[in-house]
């Protein structure tokens, strides 16, 4: 479907960034102004300078990004479109050139501040806004070199972001897969989309013809994905190495403020659970009467005719109804988002694949869908919206400078509306119990621990290329493949699963998908809560939603009464998942 086609209440309305005839005359201002911090150099140690600066700069940074955010939402439009690839590129080098016009600001800072004096300036009112940052500062001082390294780092961003921008071009535009049937017998382009909702298609060979046409397309394209993803391991080795760390995971996780022990923990408590995974896997192939589990047979629902066939509009008023414990306030949120241009609903030519929500502070948030009906995008909704009504509540109640959050607390809000989701169904009592059971089941196996499986396998490649160098495709391929027998077992596991690494491109945004799999074991206790109406809980998230990043993650968690340093709420997730494949596989 060409994007032309689509009514105008389904296409997002990118007019609260920036209008479209406003782009190349905010460009031409920062172009003008990309130096403007030059003059604040060697002045520092002065305290009006030093808030003056910080004060241009954030304004700096707010107009570049929207300049970026428009020109990459055009985009994610169509990103065959030469135009919007232009803009993008000129966006993202002015973006750097600026950040390296102000990455002196930092190294400055440090030399000019000991510990305890940045301290005391973020307790200051006039610094009350950089607060955070400055305590950051004086956490990291060690990490920030001088300012002549700090600013050819900041230029190489430019180069780094490089393998990322062209697996993107690759993985939306370029890679093609071969046509399939569909159940109807009739021959269907495979795009992305697609391709998720043929794997939910009760008929095996269709579910089998897709799985060979895209991983197949994958294998056939490996050395040139091996390529780039290898470039951005050694990207984060780079980056890394001149910061002091002892590894990339170290430089990621230390970047949020989060312990490495989380990551950690993480594995070691999900590797614990693999027999609960192993058991479900074993009910649903009793379930669905096949004398072998295929990796094609994990996305079908196992329980036939329950699967939420729903309209957009059938869908988005469900999602409101099961939020409605999140108060008035946010279901008037959900309304004018619905009804205001926020939202880019259905796949089109050319149209980024997936969802996100996105935007800027001095916008209302975005979100952009590729929406079929069946369950899993209904729940995508619930998900893109959680993301927005964080960003919202965030911008709404923080000064620019704290406002971003963390993606790690970001996973959580996304999942608790999920979670709320489905504990209303299964309230509410109009769907099939064994189907919500199964599809729960599968999102904890989703989310929970192939996400984990993820998370597993960037470690694993990061330390090879920090050990030796260097990774093959192959190597990377028999690593996944290693992985995919222990979690899932021998059975499923076939010679083409071990490609899918190379499709996934969360896996270009480092130690980021680890975050989906604590965000269900923080959401599954906060959902659970409130839908329970405990004293405090309601009241607690919203905190949480309205702290954006003005302190660190695992405490702003614990304003929502989750504490991941512990290993209370990971026994809990862990046991909610085997209570449900004990009753599904009952019924």
Known sequence: MKRSEVKDQYKWNLDSVMRAEEWENSFRFLSQNKNALAKYVGTLKNRDSLLACLKEESDLSLRIENLYVYAKMKQDENTALASSQSMVGRANNLAAEISASASFINPEIIASYTEEEL??????????DYSYALTELARNRKRYLS???????ARAAELASGYHNAFTMFDNADVKFKPVKNEEGKKVALTHGVYGELMMSKDRSVRKNAYKSMFGAYKDMINTVGALYLG????????SYFHGYNSALEMCMDGENVDVRAYQNLLESVNKGIPYLKKYLKTRKRMLGVSRLTMYDLHVPVVEGADLKLSYEEAYDLVIRALSCLGDDYVALLKEARDGGWIDVYETENKRSGAYSWGTYTSHPYVLLNYKPTTHDVFTIAHELGHAMHSYKSDAAQPY??????????????TVNEMLLYRYLLKEGKTDRKYLLSYLADMFRTTFFRQTMFAEFELKAHEKVEKDGTVTPS???AVYADLNKKYYGAEP??????????????FYSSFYVYKYATGIVSAAAISKDIFEGKKGALEGYMKFLSLGGSKPPLDILREAGVDLTTQEPFDKALALFAEMTEELDRV
Do not use: M, Q
């Not at 301290?119 to 009350?128: M, P």
């Not at 300012?147 to 780092?153: F, G, S, T």
């Not at 400078?401 to 996304?414: D, L, M, N, R, T």
């Open 119 to 128: 301290l005391a300036l973020s307790r200051e009112e006039a610094f009350k």
């Open 147 to 153: 300012d002549k390294e700090e600013k050819i780092l």
């Open 232 to 239: 951005n391991l050694k990207k984060d080795e780079f980056y």
């Open 401 to 414: 400078p704290k406002a971003g959050y963390e993606i790690f607390v970001a996973e959580i809000a996304s």
């Open 475 to 477: 190597e990377l391929c």
């Open 493 to 506: 596991t076939d010679e083409l699963i071990s490609y899918e690494w190379a499709r996934i491109p969360h």
